[in-house]
């Protein structure tokens, strides 16, 4: 009955679908464990974000990494801006996530010789992407900086590559390590994304506060595969219960055929002749009317 089970062609499809359940359900955990960790950095940005701000050197200090768990805390920082190593970070979009700039990136002196690097903010590329922009200028003498605390870039982690070659001053990734061998002085690790004060004139345009509301699509994507996978042997049943089908069905049109073809409908057997017996058959000769009938032809007069 399901002999037809062992065809190539039946066992192709079994052995594709046990190789798709378990890597749809792989999947699904893939997106699940996406969703986790968006959870997750949400809440560290929200927990971050209100926490009280703290000098940017109970965070950091030269050559460290910043802990994930620093990530996006409010820090402060005083000193004095070194706008001659400022630098544009290339290829960086606006609050608008559409129009392409820079980021400005300035050196901030510390009291005790370290330096710390500023995302100031955000401008146009303007038409010659070969030059140095018009940058606004620094405050000058000394200010006090509040900002958000950020990881070091890399490609690694970012996925933008370090393009070499670039203009005099402009740069592809924000890192302290890069930064502190054109200063020549320890540079803390990290950079902070300025929040205050706000600039003149609203330029450079401040990075807009990190979105930590928004979980994606990552847990809907997790739950269609998941159904996929239950729906991959639910397909394969109903394909070998139609297939059982078509196949009974194909034999049984073969028996007919088989059998010859039906008698016409609407059509009668041929009545019986008039001389035969009930039963259909001819009556047996009757010998004494033969006698008789051949005696009247030997009587009648011939001509």
Request: negative net charge.
């Amino acid at each position: 009955m399901y002999r037809f089970l062992l065809s190539r062609q039946w066992v192709i499809l079994t052995l594709v679908g046990l190789v798709l359940i378990p890597s749809m359900i792989k999947l699904g955990f893939w997106q699940f464990h996406r969703h986790e960790h968006k959870v997750a950095q949400n809440q560290l940005i929200a927990d971050s974000l209100a926490a009280e701000p703290v000098p940017v050197t109970e965070l950091t200090a030269p050559g460290r990494p910043l802990p994930r768990d620093d990530m996006w805390r409010t820090v402060t920082a005083t000193g004095r801006y070194d706008t001659r190593h400022e630098v544009v970070v290339r290829q960086r979009t606006a609050a608008d996530e559409q129009s392409i700039g820079y980021y400005v990136l300035t050196p901030l002196l510390l009291p005790g010789g370290d330096a710390v690097l500023v995302n100031r903010g955000w401008i146009s590329a303007g038409n010659d992407l070969t030059k140095f922009p018009g940058v606004p200028a620094a405050p000058r003498g000394q200010v006090t900086v509040t900002g958000r605390m950020m990881a070091d870039e890399t490609t690694a982690e970012s996925g933008i590559k370090n393009t070499k070659g670039l203009p005099a001053r402009q740069v592809m990734l924000i890192n302290s390590a890069q930064q502190a061998e054109r200063l020549d002085r320890p540079v803390l690790g990290g950079y902070i994304e300025q929040t205050g004060p706000k600039p003149a004139g609203g330029k450079p345009e401040q990075v807009p506060e990190p979105d930590h509301d928004s979980i994606g699509p990552h847990m809907a994507y997790a739950i269609q595969w998941w159904l996929f996978a239950a729906a991959v042997p639910v397909g394969w049943v109903v394909l070998v219960r139609r297939e059982r089908r078509d196949r009974a069905e194909a034999a049984a049109e073969e028996d007919r055929g088989a059998a010859g073809p039906p008698a016409p409908q609407g059509t009668e057997p041929p009545a019986p002749e008039a001389d035969a017996t009930e039963d259909g058959k001819a009556p047996a000769p009757d010998p004494a009317s033969d006698r008789a009938e051949a005696v009247a032809r030997t009587a009648a007069p011939t001509e």
